[in-house]
């Protein structure tokens, strides 16, 4: 028995909400539409973006929805739907009621989770760890976040944020300052922004000649193209996610490691070092891991967040 979910992917850029159609086969997504968060704009305003986004959904909805599953950047509470803790990207996004909120507009019960989480458990379910009874997700763009995946089920961890592997001890990074306020963590090494730093000090150019901030994207294709410094700056990355990644197949020991996100497309520099960087870390019996990309791209927290509806005791 088919059931239609409307599932929302809240991020800081943008708002992304659609109808995710789950049954006995792979789920269907339609009537997807992306506005902007303006998370600068507070909490309250990001709410409501949320809830007109909800309520247009439904209204268009082939069939009535069961319920409303969500996506959201911030640590998530997915017992209440709450917003514990969200950092600066989303000022004022903490300490909001989604769930509640949502229900209370639309009439229609609501399920949150954390978006990072909700990817994987996208993938892990849907995605390229369908066939494996564990995965561990990466997701490396503007920041790298991470969950772990056990026959379906996610690891939250006491406080809901297990998998925040941008925030673990780096060797690679050591001495580099981390956006948390530590030192020495994966994300500032292994994200868009570090492979730009890196290569700004290494003496690249930080703009176009129309005066555009250079970008990661702009890096790979210096990188294809021979440029010394941009090459270096992606092995750099790679690196430090390679053995980070040994390190916690040692210790999860998952069927198989699934990375997307944007500096997951990178080219063979990033690839080969984050490889070679993973057996050296990686006891022997992990070692041969299958390290391989994601397919949901940016379906996969909309699948995950209807998922994570459709297990709820909310739907009867």
């Known amino acids: 028995m088919s059931q239609t979910i ?3 992917d809240i991020g ?6 659609g109808i995710v159609t789950l049954g006995d086969g792979t789920p269907r997504i339609s009537s997807v539409e992306k506005v902007p968060t303006e ?7 990001v709410l409501s973006v949320v809830i007109e986004r909800v309520a247009s959904a439904i209204r268009h909805a082939g069939a009535r929805p069961v319920g409303v599953g969500i996506s959201s950047a911030g640590v998530v509470n997915p017992r209440t739907g709450d917003i514990t803790f969200a ?4 000022p004022g996004w903490g300490g909001t009621s989604l769930s509640s909120e949502v229900t209370t507009a639309t009439g229609f019960p609501c399920r949150v989770l954390n978006d990072v989480h909700a ?9 390229a760890g369908r066939d494996a009874q564990s995965c561990l997700v990466v997701a490396v763009g503007t920041g790298v976040g991470g969950a772990f995946v ?8 006491a406080h809901d944020e297990a998998g925040h592997i941008g925030h673990v001890c780096c060797p690679a990074a ?13 994300e500032p090494v292994a994200a868009g922004p570090g492979i730009v730093s890196e290569y700004v000090r290494r003496g690249g150019t930080k703009t176009l000649p129309d005066g555009t901030p250079v970008d990661g994207a702009e890096i790979d294709r210096r990188a294809a193209a021979g440029d010394e410094a941009a090459r270096a700056a992606q092995a750099r990355a790679g690196h430090a996610l390679g053995e980070v990644l040994g390190s916690m197949c040692n210790m999860l020991d998952p069927a198989c490691v699934i990375l997307s996100g944007s500096v997951a497309q990178c080219g063979s520099d990033w690839s080969d070092a984050l490889h070679a960087s993973f057996v050296d870390q990686a006891m022997p ?15 996969a927290p909309l699948i995950g967040a209807a998922e994570n509806f459709a297990r709820s005791a909310y739907v009867l």
């Open 87 to 90: 950092n600066d990207l989303m």
């Open 285 to 299: 019996p992990v070692a041969k891991t299958p390290l391989m990309g994601g397919t949901l791209a940016g379906a």
């Open 39 to 45: 998370a600068e704009r507070g909490g309250a305003h």
């Open 174 to 186: 050591s001495g580099v300052p981390c956006s948390c306020g530590a030192v020495g963590h994966l």
């Open 119 to 127: 990817h994987a458990l996208g993938e892990a379910r849907w995605g």
């Open 12 to 17: 800081g850029t943008k708002v992304a909400c």
């Open 6 to 8: 409307v599932a929302v």
């Open 150 to 157: 056990e026959r379906g089920h996610v690891m939250l961890g």
